[in-house]
């Protein structure tokens, strides 16, 4: 049961470079989240998606881009990665609207030098 | 903005005690969750408390939500090392559309052996 799983684990790139992070559900859950994780300001929703096809953004999702064709894959990209998208990204999963937990994956750690 | 806000932001005890984390959060709310998250990991479900709740217990866990005072707590009883890691509330607002939690900042709960 491999669950929720995102890759790369680690990933350093340069300012200006397109990234994509990737993650994968097994479980064919609805809902699928991207969070960005950074001292000081806890985890913030970086852009959400309620089924294929349907994505919408969270509290701060400007410099990235999101899509999702299959229920099971949802890709983050950023277009043209900036110091300030130095993080960890963490990729969820719920069954559906408001029912319940959420399930991470183990995050995916990112340097913009 | 964060909705929820953990406090104490680090918390230091000896294994045995309890430890004790508070949330407060500002809008109204479906439910509220508590989740962990190990150093390097991604967060891990420990349990979700609706809002018609007052009270709930899992294990060595005991949630209490007071909805009039819009806050939360998490009490840990007889802590151990391995519980050692942050903890964070999650808010599920009623406004908000879709589904999405609100992430507080997290307490960073040191159990020493």
């Known amino acids: 049961d491999a669950g929720i799983t995102q890759s790369p684990r680690y990933k350093i790139t340069e300012t200006g470079r397109q990234v994509t992070l990737m993650c994968h559900q097994t479980?064919?859950?609805?809902?699928m989240f991207w969070y960005r994780q950074d001292l000081g300001h806890g985890l913030r929703l970086i852009y959400y998606s309620a089924a294929a096809d349907i994505t919408d953004k969270g509290e701060v999702p400007d410099g990235y881009v999101v899509s999702r064709s299959k229920t099971e894959n949802f890709p983050l990209t950023l277009e043209s990665a900036t110091r300030s998208q130095t993080s960890v990204y963490f990729c969820a999963s719920r069954v559906g609207a408001y029912t319940g937990e959420l399930f991470f994956g183990e995050g995916s750690r990112l340097t913009v030098l | 903005s964060q909705q929820g806000e953990e406090d104490p932001q680090a918390l230091s005890i000896q294994e045995g005690e309890n430890a004790t984390m508070n949330c407060s959060y500002k809008t109204s709310i479906n439910n509220l969750q508590w989740y962990r998250q190990n150093s390097g990991r991604g967060l891990v479900h420990l349990i979700l408390?609706?809002?018609?709740?007052r009270e709930k217990h899992s294990g060595r866990l005991r949630v209490t939500l007071d909805t009039s005072k819009k806050s939360s707590s998490l009490l840990i009883t007889a802590s151990r090392a391995a519980d050692t890691a942050s903890y964070f509330c999650a808010t599920d607002a009623r406004e908000t559309s879709g589904s999405r939690l609100t992430f507080g900042e997290g307490t960073q709960l040191t159990v020493n052996p």
């Open positions: 408390i609706r809002s018609n709740e």
């Open positions: 479980w064919s859950h609805s809902y």
